[in-house]
């Protein structure tokens, strides 16, 4: 065994740019919540098309699935994404 598998600690994947990349979005179902962080991520992607957007309500419609791939472009690109969905107090979580 090598050392690095004693230890436990692996290093995340690689990822190549540019690529399709996924981005689900959960937030507190609203009128304007699909919309809201739909906008936000076309600030740094440009348009996404229908057919890249998948909306999930939850079993009692408190809450909204919102999952968007988009074609990356490198990581900035991303924490870009990731901090202005931090900025939008509806939404709870982002994968």
């Known amino acids: 065994m090598s050392s690095d598998e004693n230890t436990g600690d692996q290093e995340a994947p690689k990822i ?5 990349y996924p981005i689900k979005i959960i937030g507190v179902a609203s009128p304007d919540f699909q919309d809201e962080v739909i906008c936000s991520v ?7 098309s229908a057919e890249l957007i998948e909306i999930n309500p939850s079993k009692n419609n408190n809450y909204v699935s919102v999952r968007l ?3 990356a472009t ?3 690109q991303l924490d870009s994404i990731f901090t202005e969905l931090k900025t939008n107090p509806n ?3 982002v994968l």
Request: proline share 5%.
């Open 42 to 48: 076309e600030k740094f992607t440009g348009k996404i």
């Open 69 to 71: 791939t988009i074609a």
């Open 16 to 20: 190549e740019f540019p690529c399709l």
């Open 91 to 93: 939404v709870k979580m």
């Open 74 to 76: 490198g990581i900035e």
